[in-house]
């Protein structure tokens, strides 16, 4: 078994309110100062800089996750991973029929850029990223199984978009393996609050400026994981799922 250094919580410049200068290979690139070993990409109800993000965590040492910020139909933002990249881009498809399309004002919300490994742009999303899909909170854990993936409550200790805020308390079903926290000094309070033991409690940056990008503080346990491995969502999930 093996410490490794984790942000499951990223944003890239396809999220609106991402900077554009957060580019996967600069993610990745930033990810390597920082001494970090996993990294999920997460950007707001899209996967399409996953790819290239796997490229680019190839060349910078980094075991890279394919992920997604998915926002509820209630406005409550759920971290979701997946195993594999194809499993990501088969998620991000049947998302793209559960979102509202709404025509994006990139000069009021940002820009929504789609890039290659090399961080040329090739592509912008045209419809809003951040406003809430058709899919339910209750809905979303049994969606997310069906493509191999986890999800849980991102930012729980946050005064919008999280479950607390949106629902008043950490509901009892459906039921969450893991929660995630923005603010490591709230997480006993969290851990309270969700019932969850702190051990279950995930600490990820939800960065949106390569500034915010965690530094090698909390990890977790894994098997041994060969380098450059494509698959280490497997392995994080596997973790994940499991409840003390």
Known sequence: MKRYFYDLHIHSCLSPCGDDSSTPDSIAGMGELNGLNIMALTDHNSCKNCPAFFEAAVRHGILPVAGMELTTAEDI???CLFPSINSSLEFDREIEKRRILI???ADIFGNQLICDSEDNIIATEENML???TTVAFEEAPALVESFGGICY???IDRSSNSVI???G???KTPEFSCAEVHNKE???DMSLLSKLPKERMIVSSDAHYLWDIKEPCEYLTLPDI???NLNAGEYVIEYLREKS
């Open 153 to 155: 409550p991102a930012h």
């Open 77 to 79: 933002h759920v971290v």
């Open 103 to 105: 025509p994006n004002r």
């Open 169 to 171: 308390a950490f509901p």
């Open 130 to 132: 951040i406003n809430a």
């Open 165 to 167: 805020a949106v629902l």
């Open 226 to 228: 060969p380098e450059n």
């Open 186 to 188: 709230l997480l006993s």
